[in-house]
């Protein structure tokens, strides 16, 4: 699979663009269930209407018609000389016969007492209506849902819960910069009351069409992927009313035994890090618990002869497999490298240290391999644990791979000194390979094809810009200031990549060949889905270096948003960034309220709203406080808690 646009992901790869209507095989599902089971009702009836009948004939007659009698099977006492099939094998006289005989007029009664009962209930079925059964139907479902829920209902060990600083305020004291804070809030309040009123409880809302939209990533389910995604923001923005309604939906519909086959990678760090934030926010305990049950039902996604996981797993049976499209079988660097940071926090706070597990054993597998040049390559066979295609990308398929060395790292308080190693060494080698600076001195970064360098920047790889600055402190050799002035340059050229559309949002992916310069050349290229990596980048070097320009870009980015994304129904994304006039994908992106519209609020805060030594993003913009462990180990030797 080497069209991006075809990719079926919307992490850190290329999600294709949503032309078609969306479909509702949830829906087509529970009414060909109903179908099936009342023709299975029908069928039983029958069955037990013979059965009925074969009980009432005269015994006679049924001899006839039976060759095996019950009283071959049930019966051994007839007598041989009374004409039993198998003479001399069972023959029981005196008073043993008499009781024998009791026996068997008392089976005979039971077995016609049942069917009897059977029957009449069979018939008092097929009396009612489709309607009446159908709720039968429900009943019994949600009888079932709600015996596993309580089952399901652990209870998880009290843990130090880390310092929580700065989870709201960050009013800024410059009234130009507040109202633009206030203006990203109403954005955020339409995208979530459009969602609200068109989308509730669907992962996603078409916002045009003014429903409900999903995706594979999320599996065959209704798992309000958006509300979940949209928790921290909205607590941070201090809207509480709409927080306690997705936490209601939350508490009453969020249920992940469900037969629907999900993305690990996305699932965890939208879910799993949404719930997570929401937690360490609010302090609901269901956003924890929630967070715990879905986290077991992704553990047999590492069930591979190598342990690294598939990318999809079916969240009731357990199965896994991978994407069709990925290079020989593979699974994808960026997905099973970006479980890191949730996985740390769930063995921090259940005390199990299987998830920390599962991703340590990752790491050292991935420690252990040879890479071509220093790189990554973005897929590995978890059969073979041999890599597949020497791909190498900072943007879909790696990028966030490398953030979460990194974030590794400050998530430990800077204890995880293998992480910060791993994350220094391959960005040694990307620097290398990989960044180049164009004709008209514009630094990007290229994609490593089987030994040739594509000079092409996806949208995705302008994360790095942030991730670069997030990292100078502490960098090899003193050399901070050097990867600050990298993240800036990488900053300026995504803006280059906004700045030169006719729209002033940036396209997929741009190139730099001759006289192109960060500009999108194939027209499935061109399009805007609402991601975050730009404005990200931007936050990122406004809190190192307050240079007024990230937030006069991030402004820029806003009102284009406003300006060309924005209907009446929500939020959309736009097909081609170079055409004044906007033609709209119709899908409102979770990630628009986890990240962009999240991103865009903070650069436009002040800076003690989630402080940076504090938290931790996940790779969805969901904060995770740094975690102590000086007195605590999550491998679960006895020095556990
Ligand atoms: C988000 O889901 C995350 O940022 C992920 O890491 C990459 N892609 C999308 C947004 O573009």
């Not at 926010?281 to 986290?295: D, H, P, R, W, Y």
């Not at 597949?388 to 995880?416: C, I, N, P, R």
């Not at 910060?420 to 990007?444: N, P, Q, V, W």
């Not at 309220?593 to 865009?600: D, G, I, S």
Request: with cysteine; proline share 5%; glycine share 8%.
């Amino acid at each position: 699979m080497t069209t991006p646009a075809l990719l079926p992901l919307s992490g850190r790869r290329i999600p294709p663009l949503n032309l078609g209507p969306p479909s509702f095989p949830h829906h087509r599902a529970t009414l060909r269930l109903s179908e099936k089971f009342i023709l299975l009702l029908i069928l039983s009836a029958f069955i037990t209407l013979c059965f009925g009948a074969f009980f009432f004939l005269p015994d006679s007659s049924k001899h006839k018609r039976f060759d095996l009698g019950l009283e071959d099977v049930l019966i051994p006492h007839v007598d041989a000389s009374k004409g039993a099939k198998n003479p001399g094998v069972f023959l029981i006289h005196g008073p043993d016969e008499h009781r024998h005989r009791e026996e068997e007029e008392r089976l005979r009664n039971k077995i016609r007492a049942d069917h009897e009962k059977a029957l009449e209930e069979a018939k008092e079925k097929l009396k009612k209506s489709r309607e009446e059964i159908r709720a039968e139907i429900q009943t019994e479902k949600n009888k079932v849902v709600q015996e596993m829920k309580t089952k399901e209902k652990k209870p998880l060990p009290p843990v130090p819960i880390p310092n929580l600083i700065g989870i709201n305020g960050g009013d800024p004291e410059d009234n130009d910069i507040r109202k633009k804070r206030e203006k990203i809030k109403e954005m955020m309040k339409h995208a979530w009351d459009n969602y609200r009123m068109y989308g509730w409880g669907h992962n996603e809302l078409r916002p045009i069409a003014r429903k409900g939209h999903s995706t594979n990533i999320f599996g065959s389910s209704q798992m309000g992927a958006t509300i979940v995604d949209a928790l921290d923001t909205l607590y941070i923005m201090g809207l509480h009313d709409e927080f306690r309604d997705g936490q209601k939906w939350i508490e009453d519909n969020l249920d992940f035994s469900v037969n629907s086959e999900v993305s690990v990678f996305e699932v965890n760090i939208r879910f799993i890090g949404g719930l997570l934030a929401a937690y360490y926010l609010s302090g609901e305990e269901i956003f924890k618990v929630k967070a715990v049950q879905l986290a077991e039902k992704l553990l047999p996604a590492f069930n591979t002869p190598t342990g690294i996981p598939w990318a999809m797993v079916n969240l009731k049976s357990g199965v896994g497999r991978n994407w069709g499209w990925a290079s020989a079988g593979s699974s994808i660097l960026a997905e099973f490298g970006t479980l890191h940071m949730e996985f740390v926090h769930l063995s921090y706070l259940t005390g199990d240290p299987v998830y920390y597990k599962k991703v340590m054993h990752i790491r050292k597998l991935l420690q252990k391999m040879d890479r071509p040049n220093g790189l990554y390559p973005n897929y590995l066979n978890p059969r073979t644990g041999r890599w597949g295609q020497y791909h190498t990308s900072v943007g879909g398929l790696g990028d966030s791979f490398y953030e979460y060395l990194l974030k590794a790292w400050l998530m430990s308080d800077k204890t995880d000194h293998e992480a910060r190693k791993m994350y220094d060494d391959a960005i040694e080698a990307i620097e290398k390979h990989l960044i180049k600076k164009s004709r008209g001195g514009l630094t990007f970064i290229g994609e490593w094809k089987n030994g040739h360098l594509e000079k092409k920047m996806g949208h995705l790889a302008c994360f790095a810009g942030g991730m670069f600055a997030l990292g100078a402190d502490g960098s090899r050799m003193d050399k901070a200031g050097h990867y600050l002035e990298l993240g800036a340059e990488i900053a300026r050229t995504c803006h280059e990549s906004y700045d030169r559309t006719a729209l002033k949002l940036g396209p997929e992916s741009f190139k730099f060949d001759g006289a192109v310069e960060a500009v999108a050349v194939r027209q499935a290229e061109k399009y805007y889905i609402l991601r975050p990596e730009v404005i990200e980048t931007y936050w990122y070097l406004w809190r190192f270096t307050h240079d007024p320009r990230y937030r006069q870009w991030g402004w820029e980015a806003a009102l284009a948003i406003e300006k060309s994304c924005r209907v009446s129904g929500g939020f959309s994304g736009v097909k081609d960034v170079y055409s004044s006039t906007p033609t709209h994908d119709d899908v409102q992106q979770s990630f628009f309220l986890a990240e962009t519209l999240k991103y865009l609020y903070l650069l436009f805060s002040s800076d003690d709203l989630l402080p940076l030594d504090h938290w931790v993003f996940n790779t969805e913009a969901h904060p995770l406080p740094v975690l102590h462990l000086a007195n605590t180990t999550l491998s679960g030797n006895p020095a556990v808690r």
